[in-house]
Nanobody, 123 residues
Framework: QVQLVESGGGLVQAGGSLRLSCAAS????????MGWFRQAAGKEREFVAG????????YYADSVKGRFTISRDNAKNTVYLQMNSLKAEDTAVYYC????????????????WGQGTQVTVSS
């Protein structure tokens, strides 16, 4: 069982930055690919970014490429999402998720989810 706890959300002005963190309580964190998803009010959940278990490969939705960066520290059992140049349309609840495999991305199954952290970008 993997437990995930997100933190770092909040209110920020358009153009600003936030860094989300997701701490995992699992001994084999390095065997899981990780992802960030988001769900805006009234919309379906969407993939934002993913990273392979080793951190060697990253994946991004077109809407965040060049603005968001996903990274991980396997020694700390933590995955991060650095969000720059934030826009009002980035407002959503952001979820961290874990996939039991080496490869990340939008098409792998994510079996474990955090409770989410709210990001609100004011225009």
């Amino acid at each position: 069982q993997v437990q995930l706890v997100e933190s770092g959300g909040g209110l920020v002005q358009a153009g600003g930055s936030l860094r989300l963190s997701c701490a995992a309580s699992v001994r084999t964190f390095g065997r899981y690919a990780m992802g960030w998803f988001r769900q805006a009010a009234g919309k379906e959940r969407e993939f934002v970014a993913g990273i392979s278990s080793s951190g060697g490969s990253t994946y991004y939705a077109d809407s965040v490429k060049g603005r968001f960066t996903i990274s991980r520290d396997n020694a700390k059992n933590t995955v991060y999402l650095q969000m720059n140049s934030l826009k009002a349309e980035d407002t959503a609840v952001y979820y961290c998720a874990a996939s039991p495999g080496l490869v990340g991305g939008s098409r792998v199954p994510y079996d474990y989810w955090g409770q989410g952290t709210q990001v609100t970008v004011s225009s």
